[in-house]
């Protein structure tokens, strides 16, 4: 690493576009608002998918696949989805090329026009309840339980690596129940798997909450979502699960005929998480030297470094790293070892700084005597000489504690950032210049809530799950209020 | 299952349509030419995909993920690519959707054009090569072994469940190499992985072969193949991995600097097996009862079939098979319990036929006193009685000799069909009533080649590996031909 990372202090917004390109994760591509996930980048999205498809299986849900494409016509069909989807969206309206009759390249042949223009997914609700009628005649074919694993495009007209891109990569699960109780438990359950997955793999610590009407998905009766607070004082919507009530269904015609032998619409449900989560990843853990990923989905968790002393103490030195390295690997360890001697130790320590890996076990002639290594820790930076005896145990037990540190201080940065406010001047205050979660009362309208995004920025997050009731005033109105609800200004 | 199938000699392609329908692996959408893979389907896709994705990470590659959309430029840059892939694509022209302003639903907004158009991508090399330029520098940058999963469309007009859809899933490999040789040796390498992978599991067996130039992929110097023979006698391309010399690295100007510090241009090679591959493996096994799967790649290899005889006789029984399902799952095979007492044994046994589960396990009240089962196998529709005894040592062994079996029949089949000929009206007769491989002398030219396509509707699917070289006679032309090559009609 030749340069410094702009710090945090110093610009949040360039310390993070910085660090995702130098960290390997992704790369600007050629195509406006598209990324190029590079192969450490996705080797880290593969592990928190591998892990996510892991407990949605285990939940009872299969994956399957449904098309790209979406005819504009199904966009009409739900009313408040066509308002949430039926905008900035990538439109095909040919299906050929041909060579120009004027010899300048390739030109759309203007004969090949679709008939209707065809939609690339935002989201596939539409695409599969359409087709869910032909599945679902009876209470026998319910639950339907599926998950697709797909990119989606939405033309955001400001990107960010992974934050908001025009293409992303990401999970949705569409289930069909027989009940509304049903429908609503496989919401909540799903809201768990994500919370979850959130706290113990990415060590995120995640609000659990419904949104309020004006944040809701388009087209739900209920949507429920994770929201986690990034180290700027900026919130994060980490994943949602909507009810979707019989939306979907009386809009798609998606009837069964029950035990009674009546006929009745189908209740749905809808939940996403998408590589949007590397963004909060690196937001909530990663530092002024670089990426610090959790153990758990780091795409290494253990790098080697050798110290040699010449040429001569090379072999002796890789024999060794070998054999440790082997132990470590025996024990699910994921374990890069940097054999070459090209490069000085100090460049590939701040290499692997940036990169974040976890752990980083030093070797060089004076330890191989000593039957020793030093042991530095990514996420505060301490380091250690540890004996070459049991290191795959101790460095096991290194790891976990990691894991565990990174969500403890996470979750003790974001209870320090969430603040009790009363009045309207402590509120803009708080936003302006501690920032963080803000917990105020609101009179619950659209209106109020609309007003306070346009005086502040600051939108409600969510209003927590089995949040306390207590009679309040709202912020803004001073009209009462039963309960506190969160704002923050967000991603 | 109340119908049975169309038989395969009543007309093989109804029979294969109407056996991925009620199987379960597909289902047609409402998009013209795309497909929806169901659950069943799509597990079977995530059993290949695992094992071809731990065989070439195995062989040092990594995954990445590059954008959907292509600058239409881009396929220009690339003289031969251009011919091949700058046709029936999907077009995107716009970027946002509006209300009629007539109140008609929604339409284009005429004002959100792009300035250049997007194809959605047939093929990658064009985006992956201008990305390539910016990460490759020097020698020390090389090889760069990237892979990516992803979905690809092409515009087909006739479209066929998994064999030819407008959308498919596929993997890509795109690797850059310092050298030639190098570069040949990944083509070549990755040529045995796809030939190993249907081999053993997809037990299909297959022919590795060059293609000839006119069956070139469009950009590369040399085109390797893996050709299947199909039970209707017409062959299918399983899989193709292209050396493609410097012609993308010069397209994109794609220099590294070498060891001696010269400038060249980088050597590449491309590869990729799709979701076509499930057809192929439908059309090489399956019977006129359903599917047949091979073991290895099953999503269920053991299905129990309780036959109850009373209500009374449910708990004892259900408690047998988890018992016994649970000894299977503890050695690693993928069982599946059917202990719903409304449908007939009868029903489900042609239900599970249809699945192409290899082996199902009955068990009724007879049974039970005689502590056995009644085994049957799918692929040869044996039964046999087996203790319950060492039961899931036995069904291991079981479901290894299925997969063999299906391998040998599949080669036996392939021999008996592959048939040398010397003259034209033996060609003609064995492709129009015999049909399969025809190995037969060819002069050498595309011309030849085009003209015997035109007339008998066969093409060269490849030129074998290590091919005997003989003298003899062109088939058409008598003209003199230093080997044969296998012609078929083909998918």
Redesign the interface.
């Known amino acids: 690493m030749s340069k410094t990372l702009t710090t945090r202090k110093q610009d949040y917004s360039q310390w993070y576009n910085e660090l995702i390109l130098r960290g390997g994760l992704a790369?600007h591509?050629?195509?406006r608002g598209?990324?190029?996930?590079?192969?450490y980048?996705?080797?880290l999205w593969?592990n928190m998918r591998d892990e996510l498809d892991r407990q949605f299986k285990a939940t009872g849900h299969?994956?399957?696949?449904?098309?790209?494409?979406?005819?504009?016509?199904?966009?009409?069909k739900e009313a408040a989805h066509?308002d949430g989807f039926?905008?900035?969206?990538?439109?095909?309206?040919?299906?050929?090329?041909?060579n120009d009759p004027n010899g300048k390249?390739?030109i759309?042949d203007p004969e090949a026009k679709l008939e209707e223009?065809?939609?690339?997914r935002p989201t596939s609700e539409t695409?599969i309840w359409?087709?869910y009628k032909?599945?679902i005649q009876s209470y026998r074919d319910l639950p339907l339980l599926?998950n697709q694993w797909?990119?989606v495009?939405r033309?955001e007209m400001r990107t960010r690596l992974f934050l908001r891109t025009a293409?992303f990569?990401w999970q949705e699960g569409h289930t069909a129940h027989a009940s509304k109780e049903e429908a609503i438990e496989e919401t909540e359950r799903m809201l768990d798997v994500y919370a979850n997955f959130a706290e113990e793999y990415m060590a995120l610590p995640v609000i659990r909450g419904i949104k309020s009407p004006n944040e809701r998905f388009a087209g739900a009766e209920e949507t429920y979502c994770i929201e986690a607070l990034m180290q700027d004082g900026k919130a994060l919507q980490a994943g949602t699960s909507h009810f979707l009530g019989q939306n979907f269904a009386k809009a798609f015609d998606v009837k069964f005929s029950t035990k009674d032998n009546t006929e009745e619409y189908v209740w749905a449900t809808s939940w996403g998480v998408s590589t949007r989560l590397i963004g909060a990843l690196v937001m909530a853990h990663s530092d002024d030297e670089g990426l610090v990923l959790p153990p758990k989905i780091a795409p290494i968790q253990v790098v080697f470094v050798p110290i040699y002393k010449g040429p001569d103490s090379k072999p002796a030195i890789d024999a060794k790293i070998k054999e440790l390295a082997k132990q470590l690997q025996a024990k699910g360890v994921r374990v890069k070892m940097d054999l070459d001697d090209a490069a000085r130790p100090g460049w590939k320590f701040a290499e692997y700084e940036m990169q974040g890996i976890p752990v980083r076990i030093a070797l060089g002639a004076r330890d191989m005597e000593n039957n020793q290594v030093e042991v530095a820790r990514r996420d505060t930076k301490e380091k250690q000489v540890m004996s070459m005896d049991n290191l795959d145990s101790h460095i096991v037990d290194l790891l976990s504690a990691i894991q565990n540190n990174l969500f403890d201080r996470a979750q003790q940065f974001r209870t320090a950032m969430t603040t009790e406010v009363t009045t309207w001047e402590e509120f803009v205050d708080v936003l302006d210049n501690k920032t963080g979660f803000v917990s105020a009362h609101w009179d619950g309208t659209p209106e109020t809530e609309e007003k306070i995004k346009e005086l502040t920025k600051a939108t409600i997050r969510c209003i927590p799950l089995n949040n306390k009731l207590e009679a309040g005033k709202c912020i803004l109105t001073g009209n009462p209020s039963t309960q506190r609800v969160l704002f923050a200004r967000a991603y």
């Open positions: 790369d591509s050629a195509v598209c990324m190029v996930i590079k192969p980048g996705y080797a593969e299969q994956n399957a696949y449904f098309p790209l494409f979406i005819p504009k016509s199904f966009l009409s066509v039926a905008k900035e969206c990538a439109v095909v309206t040919h299906y050929r090329l041909k390249g390739i759309v223009e065809l939609i690339v695409i359409s087709t032909n599945w599926i797909a990119n495009v033309w293409e990569l």
